[in-house]
């Protein structure tokens, strides 16, 4: 599997990115209201574009700054949160059906799961990293991973 990953604060220019978007991809980019929103759009759509003849699978996550590509010839999913924002766990955890939730880790471990499989539409074995403060969790039956962004290598956890 391959994973891409970009820090948005790191883009130089989004208007020489938009001129790579399909007609359809350019419109969505364009109907966005936040700013943050539309950037992830375009990095991960851009991203997108030159893999999708390589790769039969693709899966996209993003967070804040943060935005994740995943792409495999097996299914994939990639899911990205921040770990360290607070959340009613308990509350939350009851209504996603998650069982015997103790602590916000806990929960952003559940959670990060939970989203990568419905990606994935598989029960694949997941893996769980830690980038700065966000917590990712990939899930699919590709074992290798190359990191595309030397920079951005998060540690597994």
Same mark, same amino acid.
């Given at each position: 599997?391959? /994973?891409?990953?970009?820090? &948005?604060?790191? !883009?130089?220019?989004?208007?020489?990115? %938009?001129?790579?978007?399909?007609? #359809?991809? &350019?419109?969505?980019?364009?109907?966005?209201?936040?700013?943050?929103? %539309? /950037?992830?759009? @375009? *990095? %991960?759509?851009? /991203?997108?574009?030159?893999?999708?003849?390589?790769?039969?699978? +693709?899966? !996209?996550?993003?967070?804040?700054?943060? *935005?994740?590509?995943?792409? #495999?010839?097996?299914? +994939?999913?990639?899911?990205?949160?921040? %770990?360290?924002?607070?959340?009613? =766990?308990?509350?939350?955890?009851?209504?996603?059906?998650?069982?015997?939730?103790?602590? @916000?880790?806990? =929960?952003?471990?559940? =959670?990060?799961?939970?989203?990568?499989?419905?990606?994935?539409?598989?029960?694949?074995?997941?893996?769980?990293?830690? &980038?700065?403060?966000?917590?990712?969790? +990939? *899930?699919?039956?590709?074992?290798?991973?190359?990191?595309?962004?030397?920079? @951005? *290598?998060?540690?597994? !956890?």
């Amino acid at each position: 599997m391959n /994973i891409y990953i970009t820090d &948005l604060s790191t !883009i130089c220019n989004p208007d020489d990115l %938009a001129e790579k978007l399909s007609p #359809s991809d &350019l419109a969505r980019f364009q109907s966005f209201k936040q700013k943050n929103r %539309a /950037i992830q759009f @375009l *990095v %991960a759509h851009t /991203i997108k574009s030159e893999l999708e003849t390589k790769f039969e699978y +693709i899966s !996209i996550a993003h967070k804040d700054n943060f *935005v994740i590509v995943a792409a #495999s010839s097996a299914p +994939i999913g990639v899911d990205i949160e921040d %770990a360290s924002k607070k959340r009613d =766990f308990n509350s939350f955890g009851d209504f996603m059906e998650f069982k015997n939730i103790k602590t @916000l880790n806990e =929960f952003y471990r559940a =959670f990060t799961l939970s989203e990568a499989k419905y990606k994935s539409g598989t029960d694949s074995p997941a893996r769980f990293y830690q &980038l700065q403060k966000y917590m990712i969790c +990939i *899930v699919s039956n590709d074992q290798d991973i190359t990191w595309h962004n030397p920079a @951005l *290598v998060p540690e597994q !956890i």
